[in-house]
Structures are given as structure tokens and as C-alpha cells.
Nanobody
């Protein structure tokens, strides 16, 4: 099965940067779109960014546009989320996930369209 493991989270001051990594230690995800989601305490899980299987398309939630960059290295079976200019509002547990389908023609922002999830990594941005 697909086994996704996130890393790179931690505590950072406002304005700082972090790079999250998500590696698949099981089945290869190289032919699937991948997404990043986040969930803050008391809030619903929300879409952050997604990337197509060949990196030809990317999509970002409005609050992170211009600050976050999603990328992937299929040879390493890894997806990344570079987070710059971090704000306290970015504090959340960040999850990576695999799209259910090899190809759907678009990048889905809906959590239920993703079938494998990592355990999450905590990102805390202090003032």
C-alpha cells in the first residue's frame, strides 16, 4: 500500500520559512496527483496546494498564493511544500495526500477525493 510520511514541520517565527517533505515508502505515487492540506485546532481540514503527476499543473488556496510553492521529484517519490513568509494564521497540522485517480483532468481541492494520507506534521508560527 501507499505509505506517506511527512517531515520538516516545526516552530518558526513570523516571516520565516519551512520546507515540508512527503515521501512514499510503499507503492509509488509517481503517476498520481498529490495534494497538501492543513487543519488548525477547532477548524475543518482545508486545501493548501496540489500538483499534477508530471508537475505540469499546480494549484494553491488563496491564503497561500505567492508564499507557498508545491513541487515533486518522482525519481525520489517525494512531494515538497516550500513555505515562505509564514504567518501565525498558517499554524496547523499539515498533511500530504494522494489523489484517488491516475488522471482526472483537474486538481481537486476536496479532501474526499484523496485516498491515502500521511500522519501529519505540526507547523507552528509564532508572533
Amino acid at each position: 500500500q501507499v505509505q506517506l510520511v511527512e517531515s520538516g514541520g516545526g516552530l518558526v517565527q513570523a516571516g520565516g520559512s519551512l520546507r515540508l517533505s512527503c515521501a512514499d515508502s510503499g507503492r509509488s505515487v509517481s503517476t498520481y496527483a498529490m495534494g497538501w492540506f492543513r487543519q488548525a485546532p477547532g477548524k475543518e481540514r482545508e486545501f493548501v496546494a496540489a500538483i499534477s503527476w508530471n508537475s505540469g499543473r499546480t494549484d494553491y488556496a488563496d491564503p497561500v498564493k505567492g508564499r507557498f510553492t508545491i513541487s515533486r521529484d518522482n525519481a525520489k517519490n517525494t512531494v515538497y511544500l516550500q513555505m515562505n513568509s509564514l504567518k501565525p494564521e498558517d499554524t496547523a497540522v499539515y498533511y500530504c495526500a494522494k489523489d484517488r485517480y491516475v488522471y482526472r483532468g483537474y486538481l481537486s481541492p476536496t479532501a474526499r477525493e484523496y485516498d491515502y494520507w500521511g500522519q501529519g506534521t505540526q507547523v507552528t508560527v509564532s508572533s
